[in-house]
């Protein structure tokens, strides 16, 4: 039987909730407003064409809040409220490339509704749905997608990559952070910060842009070395993420301590000295640590639990 790691033969449509500012989770009468992201994957060799993919905004608590971002093709957003947002993609390139468009909803609880509110279409009503049409000529119907939704005081809504863990240790006689991503889509890389002194002010840590994996659909795992700190110390770091389109996003702060090491690692005075370039480039081998869940599971050294 085919292995569930292998590539599906036919384009993947879904969708994903980020969290942009408000209350988090959402509270009576205060707005949240979230990032709704629509993804196109197409694993196969052949070009498919998408046209188009419609989005559901339920209206009353849930409103469409406009900035509409697409990587290709054309957006027409809902006329109204409820309304629906439509998105002619065009054609997708095969070999694991794809589309994104993202835009943003408020949701506004209330004592009398809720708690919880859908702000996509469910499967039985309005659900986000998807026609294609692949490289034999055949139209396909994707969806309707199982809906997305928020909950008033119950979790938090993820951030844009959904920082699951964010943790210092020791490894290899290194201060080494280590963060995971639960989801990643069109992400070129990612820089580190630490914050230096009490004057607030954020040093970069990597001395070039730390890349990210290739079509991270389900999020990775990554260790970079941080020569600049000491052992024992506590350190305010935040992410900062780049996409394939120019923006960058922060997350964080993230607060670590990292343990004393044993006495045949600790280091010398003579060692923070070194260029901190310098230091990177030696230790470039660890800088980047990327694992799957299994490999990470074998792993010598587990910083984040679970």
């Not at 951030?159 to 964010?166: E, G, L, Y």
Request: include cysteine.
């Amino acid at each position: 039987m085919p292995s569930s790691r292998m590539n599906p033969a036919k384009p993947v449509i879904s969708q994903k909730l980020s969290f942009i500012s408000g209350s988090n989770p959402p509270a009576n009468g205060s707005t949240s407003r979230v990032r709704v992201e629509l993804i196109v994957f197409n694993p196969a060799v052949q070009t498919i064409s998408v046209n188009p993919i419609t989005a559901y905004i339920p209206g009353g608590n849930v409103v469409y809040a406009g900035n509409p971002v697409a990587s290709q093709g054309t957006v027409t957003p809902p006329g109204g409220s409820p309304g629906t947002i439509s998105w002619n993609v065009g054609n997708v390139a095969g070999n694991n490339s794809y589309a994104t468009l993202y835009y943003e909803v408020n949701v506004t609880p209330d004592a009398l509704t809720g708690p919880r509110y859908p702000v996509t279409g469910t499967p039985a009503t309005n659900g986000t749905t998807a026609t294609y049409l692949d490289e034999t000529g055949t139209t396909f119907t994707y969806g309707p997608l199982c809906e997305l939704a928020v909950t008033r005081g119950g979790g938090a809504i993820p951030t844009w990559v959904a920082i699951s863990c964010f943790e210092g240790n020791m490894a290899d006689g290194q201060p080494t952070v280590e963060w995971h991503t639960g989801a990643e889509n069109g992400t070129v890389g990612f820089n580190l910060w630490r914050q230096a002194g009490e004057n607030g002010n954020y040093q970069l840590v990597n001395p070039e842009l730390l890349p990210a994996l290739n079509n991270a659909m389900t999020g990775g795992i990554y260790r970079l070395a941080d020569p600049g700190v000491r052992y024992g110390e506590k350190v305010v770091y935040r992410i900062e993420e780049v996409d394939v389109w120019g923006n960058a996003r922060d997350y964080g702060p993230f607060t670590v301590t990292f343990n004393e090491a044993p006495a045949n690692l600790r280091e010398t005075s003579s060692a923070y000295a070194r260029n901190s370039r310098e230091v990177a480039t030696d230790v470039s081998s660890f800088q980047r640590e990327v694992f799957t869940v299994s490999e990470y599971e074998k792993s010598r050294t587990v910083f984040c639990p679970g």
